[in-house]
């Protein structure tokens, strides 16, 4: 017989504030002294070890046996090394992951690794293949995208209509899974192991199905009632729900039926919903594109706030440029289902490939076919140096402003400028941009 089950404690029960990592080690303990820890629970059964947490000071346990790990019928499963299991003993060096949570058992302890963020998201190779109805051939409507979403980060996908974003995020769900290369949570592949971060995963649809005749608090209740584990109890329901209220500042509206609320108050009930579950990834479908620009900004400041608060891991599909200028800390473009270009939204703005220059609708269309055209790109330090006259000052030359532009990037002030130079002045201006560290590049005449 085993000295001890670490089972899977149901969602909402009480737990201890841990650590970045904390070791727990194995002691002799009273039945009626149970704890739960961050989602692991020790039942006893029979006279066993309990997990304790001394943050200090660990020694190994004595007279310890063999220690099985034991799922006791959870939803969303528990996995060893990658592995989903009913039961298994635990082997030194094991790796322990119950639903957004990680724990490694070596020499006798168990060490929780405890999310200080969201979690990551990997696309490694991932193609989403389906039947052309035209043609009757394979179509790739996702095309070897590989991608990473980093920990608490807030990440757009951006593109046009029929660019692959929608079926991108789908395969991130998994409610239709890549047809090949791998979906991966923290580095663990979803595609076997998706019920493992099932709780951790809120997801905002395009359009989002809501009862008119059911109440703020009805609304999330039901959806509560689902999404969390059977054995919640009406306190646990009840605090998650208001949890979720508060989280989209909603206060004071839980009695309104949702068929009295604006649209800017609707999609704040369905970002609630989705966050009745306290995931760490939230994922939003075009969760602006129905709203006037005003209500849009105040939705975007939600969702900025959720990121920097909650420390969850937000992906956002969407064609709006406001989305991408106001709060992403990283942009990904796709066209007919490839990745094209990746990073921080003001470097691809102020300097894009042809590809990112069409869709942002920044290409340049007519041009002077005379002289050498030159596009100088400002950051938010030389944005408002006065560059230009400096540069017409000590060269003494006169030349043509053919376009320019100026965008803010959560408060950085990044913009480009295009001029018209003669053949002769071309290697004197391009160095005098050099020498004082300001990007350029020479436009083709078209």
Request: charged share 20%; with cysteine.
């Amino acid at each position: 017989m085993p000295d001890a089950y670490f089972v899977p404690a149901r969602r909402g029960a009480p737990g201890v504030q841990l650590g970045a990592v904390t070791a727990y080690i194995l002691r002799r303990q009273r039945k009626d002294d149970l704890p739960l820890l961050a989602g692991l629970q020790v039942d006893f059964r029979k006279p066993a070890q309990r997990l304790g947490h001394p943050p200090a000071r660990h020694r190994r346990a004595r007279g310890v046996g063999h220690i099985e790990l034991h799922d006791l019928g959870s939803t969303n499963g528990t996995y060893l090394d990658g592995v989903r299991v009913s039961r298994a003993v635990l082997r030194n060096g094991a790796v322990i992951n119950v639903p957004a949570q990680v724990f490694a058992f070596t020499g006798g302890m168990l060490h929780y690794h405890a999310h200080q963020s969201g979690i990551s998201i990997q696309l490694v190779n991932v193609y989403k293949t389906v039947k052309n109805a035209n043609t009757g051939k394979p179509l790739n409507i996702v095309d070897g995208t590989s991608f990473q979403v980093e920990p608490n980060s807030f990440v757009v996908l951006v593109g046009g209509s029929g660019t692959g974003k929608s079926s991108l995020l789908t395969c991130i769900t998994g409610t239709a899974p890549c047809t090949a290369g791998s979906v991966k949570f923290d580095g663990l592949d979803t595609r076997s192991n998706r019920n493992a971060f099932e709780a951790a995963l809120g997801y905002v649809p395009q359009k989002d199905i809501m009862h008119d005749s059911l109440t703020v608090e009805q609304s999330l209740t039901y959806t509560a009632k689902l999404r969390i584990a059977h054995d919640a109890t009406r306190a646990e329901i009840a605090a998650a729900v208001a949890h979720a209220i508060e989280a989209v500042d909603l206060q004071g509206r839980e009695k309104t039926f949702i068929s009295k609320l604006s649209g800017g108050q609707k999609q704040r009930v369905a970002i609630a919903r989705a966050l009745v579950l306290n995931p760490k990834i939230l994922l939003c479908d075009e969760a602006t594109s129905a709203l006037d620009p005003q209500i849009t900004k105040g939705i975007l400041a939600l969702l900025l706030k959720i990121n920097k608060e909650l420390g969850i891991t937000i992906v956002v599909v969407t064609h709006q440029m406001e989305v991408v200028k106001e709060i992403c800390n990283k942009v990904a473009f796709l066209k007919h289902g490839k990745m094209i270009a990746t990073g921080k939204p003001e470097e691809l703005f102020v300097a894009p490939n042809k590809d990112v220059q069409e869709f942002v609708g920044d290409s340049v269309e007519f041009l002077p076919k005379d002289g050498v055209n030159v596009r100088l790109f400002f950051n938010d330090e030389t944005a408002s140096d006065s560059a230009i006259t400096h540069l017409a000052h000590e060269l003494g030359i006169n030349f043509g402003i053919c376009q320019g532009k100026l965008e803010n990037f959560r408060g950085t002030i990044m913009g480009s400028l295009v001029i018209n130079v003669t053949e002769a002045d071309r290697e004197r201006v391009t160095a005098w941009l050099t020498d004082r560290g300001i990007l350029w590049e020479v436009l083709e005449n078209v």
